[in-house]
């Protein structure tokens, strides 16, 4: 009898358990204001998964709604925090066992390139009459202690992938990041916010009751499944940092990074050039410091923009340029480093929204992700509006070339000589190295029709040799002053967003697109002969003589994307640039 019993009990448990799993996956009824148990369940199919929200702002009241708590940081500074057992409650809410956090710390390697995590349940224990919490998630995710001369301190890579992989689809949590006394906010923000894209195309299945009235119907169907994620930073001595800027500067950087991510992500059936013109009006439409102008369609080629209106004349909508100026509010605050170089700073991305390689055609395998061509574009795009954002105090320009080099029967063909916007004639050899020359009309228009930029940066995913010559991780950067290259090298090591340099050396490549018929050919002669230093120099060879300011090439065809999403690279490099308050500077 009580061995019948006992497995009786059993059974019911793992009913009741099942009935648990079951109705937690059903959508919540409610009927003035009460909940309510279906009389029966039909299947919905939805569109788009689970939102994630991310927010910034310090908020103690965290600590008690958090279901699950990531702590972030290098694995010797981890265990100075974890040794300092009396301040458990101020960071967790609660007071986790000392033996549970040093055990997992534990068993991770500092020295791990990619850094690890441990994650274990605690119990929460509760006070007087309140409803017992479920078990608590806690996550510790350890970087490596010392990095090489070419990576971020922080190895923000591996942020991004040790907060996403600790943190739960679904409910509350607290990522704590220590990023000690040293390592700006900014880059730290854009990291975790790479770690929850937004765009998401998957239908997902929710049990749906029937329903008795309409009313009731809407607002089950109007009740998404989102989760929260709320990012608190920690100093060297674990208190938590509440500097309003630097904050700032991470919640705008995580914005602009999510929205290049975004738009990378988005198909191009989506995102043509028409939406992509609309997403720019969307985002400024009620910011009187920025300005708008296009040029679209037939109007590119009279005004002899040859370049851009060549590449999408094929396409189904019309190629565009998309010129955005920001001007800042007369009241902000000048840093010390602008007071020595107020110049203007321009710049310039590639926005194939899709690029099939024209009559030039890409293999089946070879076209596939090529919605990713204009995660050049979608960088400076997110990086300029984290910079408006913020304020930067000092005047930004962007142009956007935006196209889809698509096959028709009015694709640009191989061997059709052009004229671009600097007045050069080029001879078409591929069809599918069309980045350079929309890249070309925009520099041309920049250094002559500009003369308050003192920088160009273009930004484009190039071409395939840039992965040879920097990897998946680094940009390659070509620029005209070994000062410029420098100084680049350092915003890519501040912000996250690495590069490295490529051969510069004009005078020796240059013959690579030689032409009997025109003033240069679009494609090398020769593929191995500095592939991705040749494509900058074109788009150098574009700069209208009279310019005397700098420029930089940006060419992050390897970092712009991985595991076949969007990266949001560029952001965090143009906001290091130009010099965005509180982004890579702690005060």
Request: aromatic share 6%; net charge negative.
């Amino acid at each position: 009898v009580t061995i019948r019993s006992m497995i009786m009990a059993v059974t019911m448990a793992i009913f009741t358990a099942r009935i648990h799993v079951i109705t937690g996956f059903s959508t919540a009824l409610r009927h003035q204001g009460k909940r309510i148990n279906p009389p029966f369940s039909t299947t919905v199919t939805r569109l788009f998964a689970a939102k994630t929200n991310i927010s910034f702002t310090p908020n103690p009241e965290i600590r008690d709604k958090a279901t699950s708590t990531v702590l972030v940081g290098r694995h010797a500074a981890l265990k100075s925090l974890i040794d300092q057992t009396d301040s458990y409650v101020s960071l967790f809410g609660f007071r986790p066992h000392p033996e549970v956090l040093s055990s997992m710390h534990s068993a991770l390697d500092g020295n791990a390139a990619a850094g690890g995590s441990s994650s274990s349940y605690v119990i929460v224990p509760t006070v007087g009459p309140a409803a017992p919490r479920p078990p608590h998630k806690l996550s510790i995710c350890a970087l490596k202690n010392s990095v090489t001369r070419n990576n971020h301190p922080l190895s923000l890579h591996a942020v991004t992938d040790l907060v996403r992989g600790a943190t739960p689809s679904k409910g509350v949590t607290h990522v704590m990041v220590l990023v000690e006394d040293y390592f700006g906010l900014g880059p730290v923000g854009a990291a975790v916010g790479r770690s929850f894209p937004l765009f998401n195309r998957k239908t997902t299945k929710k049990s749906r009751v029937g329903y008795a009235d309409k009313e009731s119907d809407n607002e089950a169907e109007n009740e998404d499944d989102e989760s929260l994620v709320h990012v608190t930073f920690l100093n060297s001595e674990g208190k938590v940092i509440k500097n309003q800027l630097e904050i700032a500067a991470a919640e705008a950087a995580a914005d602009g990074v999510r929205l290049a991510c975004r738009l990378v992500d988005t198909h191009p059936e989506e995102l043509t050039t028409t939406a992509f013109a609309e997403e720019c009006r969307s985002l400024f439409e009620n910011d009187d410091t920025v300005t708008i102008e296009e040029i679209v369609g037939d109007e590119l080629k009279e005004k002899g923009y040859g370049g851009i209106y060549n590449v999408g004349k094929g396409a189904t909508h019309a190629p565009r340029l998309v010129m955005l100026t920001y001007n800042p509010p007369e009241d902000v605050m000048v840093t010390d480093d602008l007071e020595e170089d107020k110049s203007t700073i321009a710049l310039v991305g590639k926005g194939i929204v899709y690029d099939t390689g024209g009559l030039a055609i890409k293999s089946r395998v070879g076209m596939c992700g090529m919605k990713h061509d204009m995660g050049g574009a979608s960088g400076v795009l997110g990086g300029f509006m984290a910079a408006v954002k913020l304020r930067t105090p000092r005047k930004i320009r962007l142009f956007l070339c935006l196209a889809e080099n698509a096959i028709g029967p009015n694709s640009v063909r191989n061997d059709d000589i052009i004229t671009l916007y600097s007045g050069k004639t080029v001879e078409i050899n591929n069809s599918d190295a069309e980045g350079r020359l929309v890249l070309g009309d925009a520099v041309a228009h920049v250094t002559k029709h500009c003369d308050d930029v003192g920088l160009v940066l273009d930004m484009a995913t190039l071409t395939g040799a840039q992965l040879v010559s920097t990897g998946k991780m680094h940009a390659a950067i070509l620029a005209n002053t070994e000062e410029l290259e420098q100084r680049a090298v350092k915003a890519g090591l501040a912000s996250g967003d690495l590069c490295y340099p490529l051969l510069y050396a004009p005078e020796l490549l240059k013959k690579e697109f030689n032409s009997k018929v025109a003033d240069m050919k679009n494609s090398v002669k020769d593929r191995s002969n500095a592939q991705c230093s040749c494509a900058g120099h074109f788009i150098e060879s574009h700069i209208d003589e009279n310019y005397q300011g700098g420029w930089i090439h940006v060419d992050m065809a390897g970092p712009g994307s991985k595991a076949e999403r969007g990266t949001g690279y560029g952001v965090g490099l143009v906001l290091s640039l130009v010099g965005a308050p509180g982004f890579d500077t702690r005060q």
